[in-house]
């Protein structure tokens, strides 16, 4: 992946989600963008993630998890725009998938957030998921971690000093 790719060129169906966290949009991008081993356990699943480069613009990592027909490996190069999102290549094993993904302030303490994206195979045949059953299972992810994403932000806000004297 040595040229950035436009979502939009990559053929099939496009996948969306959307949803509202109840956390402001610096907290959301710091929060989503926080790319670390711990991220498979906030999924409910067992892979094992390697970050192997992270700037200010720019996260590469990579994933490893054991299937019943063997490995699958996936590489993420994603380009950081903060705080207002982020775009995500991947090359892997079984399908390449190119994102997008978005944070609009609603207000002070709410954030909008879409993600987009494509995917084709990969590098080797797997079962091909519809758009109908894709859509659900992303859903329910992306619950999981609306959860865990406000339930820190809440613990965030009890670890901060009280204010004093109005100041800050």
């Known amino acids: 992946m040595t040229k950035t790719q436009d979502r939009t060129k990559v053929p099939g169906p496009e996948y969306v989600t959307r949803m509202t966290f109840e956390a402001p949009q610096e907290f959301c991008f710091d929060w989503c963008t926080d790319y670390s081993p711990k991220d498979a356990a906030l999924e409910g ?6 970050v192997i480069e992270r700037r200010r613009d720019r996260v590469v990592f990579e994933d490893l998890a054991e299937m019943p027909a063997g490995w699958s490996w996936a ?3 994603v380009t ?4 207002r999102g ?8 079984q399908r390449t998938v190119v994102g997008d993904y978005t944070l609009t ?4 303490r709410r954030t909008r957030f879409e993600l987009r994206y494509r ?4 590098l080797l045949a797997f079962r091909r998921v519809p758009k109908s059953e894709r859509d659900p299972q992303d859903a329910r992810m992306w619950r999981k971690f609306k959860r865990a994403l406000e339930r820190d932000y809440r613990a965030s806000l009890r670890r901060r000093p009280a ?3 109005g100041r800050r």
């Open 75 to 77: 590489r993420y190069e």
């Open 45 to 50: 699943e067992k892979y094992l993630r390697r």
């Open 80 to 83: 950081l725009n903060r705080p």
């Open 163 to 165: 204010l004093r004297s």
């Open 119 to 122: 995917r084709r195979p990969g």
């Open 105 to 108: 302030p609603v207000n002070e």
């Open 86 to 93: 982020w775009h995500m290549e991947s090359v892997g094993i």
